[in-house]
C-alpha cells in the first residue's frame, strides 16, 4: 500500500508561484508513474500533469503548459508540481496519484489508470 499527502496549498495572487509536494510512503514509488489532477468547484476532477518513474518524461493539459512544471525526487519519495504566473481558474483542489508502472516510459493522464490517491490540497488564486 502507498500512502500520498499533498502539501503546498494555499492562498496566492495572480501571477504567483507555489510549489505542491507529494510525499508517499508505505513503499518506494521510484517504479511508479505519478499524475496531477485538480478538482475546482462545481467541476468535474481534471488532468494537470503526469511524470514516468524516472522523471525523464512529463505530460501537461494545455492549459497550464508553459506554466507548470512536475518533477520528481525519488531519494526523497516525493513529487513536485511547481505553478509559476498562477491564474484565478487555476483555483482547486489539487491531487496526486500513483501507480506502479512496468514500463519506464509509461505516462498515465485519465483517473481510473491510477490506484494511489491523495487526500488534495486546496490552491486558491485571487484576481
Known amino acids: 500500500q502507498v500512502q500520498l499527502v499533498e502539501s503546498g496549498g494555499g492562498l496566492v495572487q495572480a501571477g504567483g508561484s507555489l510549489r505542491l509536494s507529494c510525499a508517499a510512503s508505505?513503499?518506494?514509488?521510484?517504479?511508479?508513474?505519478v499524475g496531477w489532477f485538480r478538482q475546482a468547484p462545481g467541476k468535474e476532477r481534471e488532468f494537470v500533469a503526469a511524470?514516468?518513474?524516472?522523471?525523464?518524461?512529463?505530460d501537461y493539459v494545455d492549459s497550464v503548459k508553459g506554466r507548470f512544471t512536475i518533477s520528481r525526487d525519488n531519494a526523497k519519495n516525493t513529487v513536485f508540481l511547481l505553478m509559476d504566473s498562477l491564474k484565478p481558474e487555476d483555483t482547486a483542489v489539487y491531487y496526486c496519484?500513483?501507480?506502479?508502472?512496468?514500463?519506464?516510459?509509461?505516462?498515465?493522464?485519465?483517473?481510473?489508470?491510477?490506484?494511489?490517491w491523495g487526500q488534495g490540497t486546496q490552491v486558491t488564486v485571487s484576481s
Open positions: 496519484a500513483a501507480k506502479f508502472s512496468p514500463f519506464s516510459l509509461m505516462i498515465l493522464t485519465t483517473e481510473r489508470e491510477y490506484d494511489y
Open positions: 511524470i514516468n518513474r524516472s522523471g525523464g518524461s512529463t
Open positions: 508505505g513503499r518506494t514509488i521510484s517504479r511508479d508513474a
